[in-house]
């Protein structure tokens, strides 16, 4: 039997029995399953100023807007137990990751219950919980039943995850996660094919409907990896993805979510992105492409490009940059907002039918403690079509400035 040595000291003592911890050893096994769960996760603090003359209105931000800016934060704290699959056989595993703090209200998972009931937000939220599935067809075929990450993005809700702290506007188009069944077939080392079906995919509500029986979402993706011989190229990814998030009108009694009015919309999320490394060592080029149709009213439409920049000088400093151009419908009928939340008049009276946005984000990554990331960043949003819009209306632009530190564990 192995026994640690505070456990023989306790023994030399005589405060515990070695025979007697044996035989409650044998009376109370440890599960094999629970031995095979692993629990990780990270906690996520920020600051953030807006500079020049008025208050805080930025638009088109994910998870650190207006109620972010000009302050210290607690973003989030992540959660995530979870048994990963095993290779080569029929496996099963699961994954829990929950969101505790401000983040998880914004993340708005809340179940269909709970809007019946109800409730809207709160500061906890469950932001993947699914079962794990394998099957030994051909490499391996693999499913998730339950709540799990969107298939489409460049960026993705984890923070820890991106290039830089704050979200890109096509972030902002995204859905973040679906409720649903997804399968997952690596055909090689070169290709990955995902295909799905989800309860409802353009919002983020876990067990959301879509109002009339029989209408679904549907989701899908392809994947391509260069192999080693590819030479600098090893390891470059093209990533294309779809959410078709159909939603009907309600003909039958009963709704079991009168919260959400019920219309013929067909939100379509389409993706296509990647990630090339350069002969350059340590720097590395990728670019975005988000397009999100009939979200905000039936026919609108919503778009974003983004170009990054990554140069890793050190084995503890990164530099990374983005640059993006957003655009997209005017005005949300019965609303003074149009794409990305931004309003289509401004208080000097100057309205715009669209939406046309630039940004660049330059943020500095230094690892200087263990297991824990330090980033500054600064950012720099510009309308385009001459609305002042930005600081509370006073200004077509608009810099902000933010500091993220996260712990991972």
């Known amino acids: 039997m192995m026994v640690n040595k ?5 023994a030399a003592l005589g405060l515990v029995s070695l025979p007697a911890m044996a035989e409650e050893a044998k009376l109370f096994p440890i599960n094999s399953t629970i031995q095979s769960t692993t ?34 934060n607690l973003d989030v704290v992540s959660v ?3 048994k990963p699959l095993e290779d080569g056989q ?34 906890f939220a469950l932001k993947n919980a699914y079962v794990a599935l394998r099957a030994p067809v051909g490499n391996g075929l693999d499913f998730k039943l339950g709540t799990w990450d969107t298939v489409v993005g460049y960026e993705v809700a984890d923070s820890p995850n991106n290039p830089n702290y704050s979200r890109s506007w096509g972030f902002y188009l995204e859905p973040i996660i679906h409720t649903g069944a997804l399968a ?48 600098f190229l090893k390891g470059a990814t093209l990533y294309g993805g779809v959410v078709d998030a159909g939603i009907g009108t309600t003909t039958h ?10 219309d013929n919309r067909n939100p ?11 002969p350059l060592t340590g720097v590395s080029v990728g670019a975005a492409y988000d397009y999100r149709a009939s979200y905000l009213f039936d026919g609108s439409y919503e778009n974003a490009l983004g170009g990054y920049l990554t140069w890793a000088a050190t084995e503890k400093l990164k530099l990374n940059g983005r640059v993006e151009y957003a655009s997209g419908s005017g005005t949300v009928p019965g609303s003074t907002s149009g794409a990305f939340g931004v309003p289509t008049t401004d208080l000097s009276g100057n309205t715009s039918d669209n939406v046309k946005l630039l940004g660049v984000t330059g943020t500095l990554d230094y690892s200087l403690w263990a297991n824990a990331i330090t980033r500054l960043e600064i950012r720099w949003d510009e309308t385009l079509n001459g609305q002042r819009i930005m600081n509370d209306g006073y200004a077509r632009s608009v810099i902000s400035v933010g500091l993220n530190v996260i712990y991972k564990f």
């Open 184 to 231: 997952t077939y690596q055909v090689s080392k070169v290709l990955s094919l995902s295909g799905g079906v989800a309860t409802r995919g353009d919002v983020n509500n876990i067990n959301a409907r879509s109002g009339t029986r029989g209408i679904w979402s549907y989701v899908g993706s392809i994947a391509l990896t260069a192999p080693e011989s590819a030479g």
């Open 90 to 123: 029929w496996s099963a595993g699961y994954r829990v990751q929950s969101w505790l703090g401000p983040d998880a209200g914004s993340l708005s998972s809340v179940s269909t219950a709970s809007i019946v009931n109800g409730g809207k937000t709160s500061d």
């Open 80 to 82: 995530v137990l979870e």
């Open 268 to 278: 379509l999320n389409l993706y296509v992105g990647g990630s090339i490394p350069t």
């Open 39 to 72: 629990l990780s996760g990270y906690v996520s603090s920020s600051a953030s100023l807006v500079l020049g003359k008025g208050g805080d209105a930025v638009f088109g931000r994910s998870f650190d807007g207006p109620t972010k800016q000009n302050g210290f």
């Open 6 to 10: 505070w456990t023989k000291g306790l």
């Open 253 to 262: 009694a009963g709704n079991p979510v009168p919260s959400i009015t019920p």
